[in-house]
């Protein structure tokens, strides 16, 4: 099973970013997946995920109404559109596939986890 994430980059200040993850293996179609972030000397939290179908999503408070998750089982890829960005979403980005079908803000609920993908906003 992995997860490969794409996507970051160094962005202005209300630019925007896409980033993608794309999982191989068994996994996907059948399990909720979020995305985390993790600043320099800060802890990992959640950012955003979404259950299997797609029915059901969850943001952070910070990132909510900038940011959209969606998925495509067919191309077993997640994506988070990040909108309006602020230098306090530097971060590395991590996408996760959750234990289960539903989402969770709690990172021990996600069993995958990606190798990250470098966010950059510039003030």
């Known amino acids: 099973v992995q997860l490969q994430a794409s996507g970051g980059g160094l962005v202005q200040t209300g630019g925007s970013l896409r980033l993608s993850c794309v999982a191989s293996?068994?996994?996907?179609?059948?399990?909720?997946m979020g995305w985390f972030r993790q600043a320099p000397g800060k802890e990992r939290e959640f950012v955003s995920a979404?259950?299997?179908?797609?029915?059901?999503?969850g943001y952070a408070e910070s990132v909510k109404g900038r940011f959209t998750i969606s998925r495509e089982n067919a191309k077993n890829t997640v994506y988070l559109q990040m909108n309006s960005l602020k230098p306090e979403d530097s971060a590395i980005y991590y996408c996760?596939?959750?234990?289960?079908?539903?989402?969770?803000?709690?990172?021990?609920?996600?069993?995958?986890w990606g190798q990250g993908t470098l966010v950059t906003v510039s003030s």
């Open positions: 293996g068994r996994i996907f179609s059948n399990n909720g």
């Open positions: 996760s596939a959750a234990r289960g079908s539903w989402w969770s803000r709690d990172a021990t609920n996600y069993a995958y």
């Open positions: 979404i259950s299997w179908n797609g029915a059901s999503t």
